[in-house]
């Protein structure tokens, strides 16, 4: 296994993940056991955390997967590494605290796939998106057929995925692909300050808001409602409810423990 792609690196909450693979970042089976192993670690820490995933360097995020490693799959293997990249890119969007994804340069198939994966995606105003799968005679094989439609719709998606075609930050903030775009030089204070603002809220909120959002967008409405139902009533039990709303009435800042 190749060693050190994946940098952890923690400071009072705030989570920073780089994936390191000069000169573009582009992934591998190694690297997807890396990230998977990062999150597995980190899953065991008990603290309220929000996690930043980075590309090294400013020329790409992601730039895809290893060609290298695709050009050699059997319909077997194809299956299998499908299965590998939907595997670990579940566990970071069912990873129970906030991911930010912070987007520079290239950010293009499986790379695209991976910050489809997290919870809010900032991108520098250099970066460029894309499945262009197509163009080597495959699909997006790591969610990307699946993710992207629930995030901008069919019709952006369509498009997107069956022609191949390069956006840039404008276009992605246009259709909703991303939250927001910063000027290259802003984009890790952003992130940090994002992260920051989470970890300043109700711990025990902010995880149960993620848990409520990712599990009711595949219910019904009717079905989501009353997951919104169950989470808000386990809240309204919490001592960080009491603190909070006796903050906001006493016009302090509010202490949260995450009980």
Request: with cysteine.
């Amino acid at each position: 296994m190749e060693s050190e792609r994946v940098k952890v690196s923690y400071d009072n909450g705030m989570v920073s993940i780089t994936i390191d693979r000069p000169p573009v970042n582009v992934l591998n089976l190694d690297i997807l056991s890396e990230l998977s192993q990062a999150f597995r670690k980190l899953e065991q820490c008990a603290e309220p955390m929000v996690v930043v995933i980075t590309g090294k360097g400013g020329k790409a995020f992601v730039a895809g997967a290893d060609i290298v490693e695709i050009s050699g799959l059997t319909r077997e293997t194809g299956r299998s590494l499908s299965r590998k990249g939907h595997e670990v890119y579940n566990e970071i969007s069912d990873f129970p605290w906030p991911v930010i994804a912070g987007i520079s340069g290239l950010c293009l198939g499986g790379g695209m796939e991976l910050a489809l994966a997290c919870d809010i995606r900032i991108a520098a105003d250099n970066a460029k998106f894309g499945q262009p799968e197509v163009n080597l005679g495959i699909i997006p094989g790591w969610g990307g057929t699946q993710r992207l439609p629930r995030l901008v719709g069919a019709g952006f998606a369509r498009e997107l995925i069956l022609t191949g075609r390069i956006i840039d930050a404008g276009e992605a903030l246009r259709i909703g692909l991303v939250n927001q775009v910063v000027p290259y030089e802003d984009l890790s204070n952003t992130c940090i300050e994002f992260a920051k603002t989470i970890l300043g809220k109700a711990p025990l909120a902010v995880k149960m808001a993620k848990q409520a959002i990712n599990e009711g967008i595949e219910l019904s409405l009717e079905e989501g409602l009353k997951l919104e139902e169950k989470c808000f009533g386990e809240l309204c039990a919490s001592e960080d409810m009491k603190e909070g709303t006796s903050a906001f009435l006493k016009k302090r800042k509010a202490e949260f423990t995450g009980k």
